[in-house]
């Protein structure tokens, strides 16, 4: 099996051992990704719904940097700081992922770096 790492100016790039992706037998396999902006690689906190908003903006240019996008996802992680916003999360993540929705679990976890919400995902090429 090959495997082949995901880079894209339009993510985070990492600061740590980890690719933004791994493309292997056909699946893209995306790193847990927070509200980091990918022009100035610093931290974005603001409201729960901006740091949701910029998260999914990077899933999503890593997913068509590896030739994928968020409509070929078939599983997503979430993990939420404070699961009072679980139902903002269910509202903004309609914006971004079509039916049928991926798999999901939602997972209440203190992303580093005070992230309210930090997501990595499972999609096909």
């Known amino acids: 099996m090959a495997k082949q790492p ?10 740590a051992p980890y690719s933004q992706a791994i493309v292997a037998n056909g699946f893209v396999f995306v ?11 610093e931290p974005k906190h603001g409201s729960f ?4 908003r910029l998260t999914l ?7 068509e940097a590896a030739g994928s996008s968020l409509d ?5 992680t979430v993990f939420l700081a404070d699961m009072s916003n679980f139902p903002k999360l269910n509202e903004i993540y309609r914006e971004f992922f079509p039916e049928p929705f991926p798999a ?5 976890a ?16």
Do not use: H, M, Y
Request: charged share 20%; proline share 9%.
């Open 6 to 15: 995901v880079t894209t100016s339009e993510a985070p790039i990492p600061k």
């Open 49 to 52: 719904e901006d740091e949701l």
């Open 72 to 76: 070929k996802v078939v599983k997503v």
């Open 31 to 41: 790193s847990g990704q927070a509200a980091i902006d990918p022009k100035t690689g």
């Open 57 to 63: 903006s990077n899933l999503k240019a890593i997913l």
């Open 110 to 125: 203190l992303p580093p770096g005070g992230f309210q919400v930090e997501i990595e995902c499972i999609a096909v090429l």
């Open 104 to 108: 999901r679990s939602t997972i209440q």
